[in-house]
């Protein structure tokens, strides 16, 4: 598999850990991860906190090792600082919370309840009211 197949099949698995919206999403769209969680034993999380996390730090210390290349060039070849700190804060949270969930009598979690779109849009309709002020 090239790297750049494996790149988008971890991407993907990682939206698709986060962005699950019904109990029966995973049988109609074949995508076990998907599903909601219910156990503490999910190998979903496993893959959020190490798999993934560990493919990104791989990458960062591929690009490191290319000497010929300034650190600016460099820069180009890999996420940005802050791109990595919001998709490692987003894994660890989500594992924390749903495991915090399911650990205190939550029959099951689904993933996309901690998506931030409806907060987006829950604080655009504030702004939307106030008009030109850039502060809600």
């Known amino acids: 598999m090239s790297k750049t197949a494996k790149l988008f099949k971890l991407v993907d698995k990682f939206f698709d850990c986060l962005n699950g919206r019904s109990l029966k999403e995973s049988a109609f769209t074949r995508k076990p991860d998907v599903a909601p969680y219910n156990s503490l034993n999910d190998l979903r999380f496993q893959f959020l906190e190490q798999e993934f996390l560990q493919y990104l730090e791989q990458w960062l210390q591929a690009v490191r090792a290319r000497p010929r290349f300034t650190k600016a060039e460099q820069s180009k070849m890999y996420l940005s600082f802050q791109t990595q700190e919001r998709i490692i804060m987003t894994g660890n949270f989500f594992v924390e919370a749903t495991t915090y969930l399911l650990q ?26 106030g008009a030109n002020w850039d502060s809600p």
Request: net charge neutral; charged share 25%; aromatic share 12%.
């Open 104 to 129: 205190h009598g939550v029959p099951y979690v689904l993933n996309n309840d901690f998506c931030q779109g409806p907060l987006e849009e829950h604080f655009g309709r504030h702004r939307r009211l």
